[in-house]
């Protein structure tokens, strides 16, 4: 989070994607390091324990998510 915040700080768009349990911390982060309103992706948890074709299955469905967050500025 750390650094995705000072990259958008910096007017460079970032995406951070977590699992369901983090995004309070995500969130909590975020306003703590100037970027209250920034939204993280959210991914489906856990991660832990799925083969590489279901990972790639949950990155699949955050594909236009991330191509929104790195491409619609405000």
Known sequence: MHDAMALENRGVPTVVVCTSPFLDSAHIH???????GFQ??????????????????????LEEGIVAALTHRD
């Not at 975020?30 to 209250?36: E, H, Q, T, V």
């Not at 993280?40 to 469905?61: F, M, N, S, W, Y």
Request: net charge positive.
């Open 30 to 36: 975020a306003r703590m390091l100037g970027r209250s």
């Open 40 to 61: 993280p992706l959210v991914i489906p948890h856990p991660l832990g324990g799925l083969g590489p074709e279901q990972v790639k299955g949950r990155a699949t469905d």
